[in-house]
């Protein structure tokens, strides 16, 4: 049965009573765990928060905040829905759906009614007087009515006669009043005005989508609206990202993201386990000191591509990574040879539990670089979120939908290649304030000496 406001705290009210969840079951004919998070809802934020509001609003901001203690933070949806109140754990399994498949942005719908232009013609009063008077008025209404029939004839513009007749006042104006062209024309002013404030900000609007276009064309069509309004704002335009993700689906070139299955190189305990020593602990104060890595695989015809990289909790820099055609240990020794010098003495390496982290010689390498090893628990990918954000952006950005571009495997690597140098020296991030990966380090590396 669909539950009303009263219905809701009547089911907390009882159950504070001693009703159990099974009675309250039977007779409300709803599943219990529904009435649980009721109930717990109601002890956390009172019984008024069962009283269901019309279109509760949430800003876009707040849904961040809410959707990163999930994703980053590694809270639980039911935990994390509890302590916003929100009205079900499922709207915001909704919100991180809608999160992962929008290219990890926060897309707003628009609220309301468009509203309408209401045409309030104004009558011109005609006041006494004298017959001198009235012929002067005569005269130069026919006068105006007469430019206006000249640019009639001048203006061959596939537009609406709203337009027409506004660009007709426009280039009137300064020569005859403005309430003699109006009434000619038939036009009200309040559709005078609403036409040409439309048309100064189309025209103001023109050089922001000409900006907009550079900035992804230049980046390959990868950037959501978020990431153009930095880049916007870096150019010297006064925007807000709302304008600028209107403008992105006007033009059509607003990025997207296209899921796939995960690869898994797990195949049991085959080696020594290390402990998780991040504990979803991701982000790093200082460079070097913890540090993620995993691999993944791209398909391209019968053949396939594997990615190992390290990135950096500090600037999601990627510091080292090996492309190979096989996940073999080869790929590892490889990426972990590039790690040179005693910079990475008491670094954090955080992996899953595949079989390559469990194997003895690369735990040995690991040791003799003084690196310490951390993993994830099994079956919890959670547990590395930042590795997987950083695949879930890479693939969006340079293999979903453009799988068919690449004539080979050699061609995908060459583009793997590319966009990793691409994303650590020229791609910007919302949360190192506009700079890339490479550029934020530079900024701050007198910080760490």
Avoid at 118 to 123: L, S, W
Avoid at 140 to 165: C, G, M, W
Avoid at 287 to 292: A, E, F, I, N, Q
Avoid at 392 to 412: A, D, P, Q, W
Wanted: with cysteine.
């Amino acid at each position: 049965m669909k539950l009303t406001d009263e219905n809701r705290i009547e089911i907390y009210r009882l159950k504070k009573g001693g009703y159990t969840y099974k009675e309250l079951s039977k007779k409300f004919e709803i599943d219990p765990s529904n009435m649980k998070y009721m109930v717990k809802l109601a002890d956390l934020h009172g019984e008024t928060v069962l009283i269901k509001g019309k279109n509760n609003y949430y800003p876009p901001e707040l849904k961040l905040d809410i959707i990163n203690e999930v994703l980053i933070l590694g809270h639980s949806i039911k935990s994390t829905s509890l302590k916003y109140a929100l009205p079900n754990p499922t709207l915001l399994s909704n919100w991180i759906s809608k999160f992962k498949e929008n290219g990890y942005n926060i897309l707003e719908k628009p609220r309301g009614r468009t509203s309408k232009m209401k045409n309030n013609n104004k009558k011109i009063e005609k006041n006494e007087l004298s017959k001198v008077e009235q012929l002067e008025k005569e005269l130069e209404y026919l006068r105006a009515e007469n430019a206006v029939l000249k640019k009639l004839r001048e203006i061959r513009l596939k537009q609406s006669q709203t337009k027409k007749k506004t660009k007709i006042v426009e280039e009137l104006k300064e020569t005859h009043r403005l309430n003699i062209l109006l009434k000619i024309l038939g036009l009200s002013r309040s559709s005078y005005y609403y036409t040409k404030n439309k048309e100064d900000k189309d025209k103001k609007n023109k050089n922001i989508e000409e900006a907009i276009l550079l900035i992804q064309e230049k980046n390959k069509y990868r950037y959501g609206y978020r990431r153009i309004t930095l880049e916007l704002k870096n150019m010297g335009f006064i925007v807000n990202h709302k304008k600028v993700l209107r403008l992105t689906r006007k033009l059509g070139v607003l990025s997207f993201v296209r899921p796939t299955k995960k690869y898994n190189s797990y195949k049991g305990e085959i080696g020594k386990i290390a402990d998780n020593i991040i504990a979803r602990d991701f982000f790093a104060s200082e460079p070097l000191k913890k540090c993620y890595t995993d691999v993944t695989q791209f398909k391209i015809g019968e053949d396939r591509v594997y990615l190992a990289p390290i990135i950096d909790g500090y600037n999601a820099e990627i510091i080292a990574y090996n492309i190979s055609f096989s996940p073999n240990m080869e790929q590892q020794y490889e990426m972990l040879s590039q790690l040179q010098d005693n910079r990475y003495d008491g670094m954090i390496i955080h992996s899953d539990q595949g079989w390559q982290y469990q194997h003895i010689t690369y735990r040995q390498i690991l040791k003799a670089k003084g690196i310490k090893q951390s993993m994830s628990r099994k079956g919890t990918s959670a547990d590395n979120a930042f590795m997987e954000s950083f695949f879930g952006v890479l693939k969006s950005e340079m293999y979903y939908g453009f799988e068919n571009t690449f004539k080979n495997k050699y061609e995908l690597k060459e583009a793997i290649i590319d966009y990793i140098k691409y994303y650590n020296e020229e791609r910007i991030k919302l949360n190192l304030g506009g700079l890339s990966p490479v550029n934020y380090r530079k900024i701050n590396r007198n910080k760490y000496k």
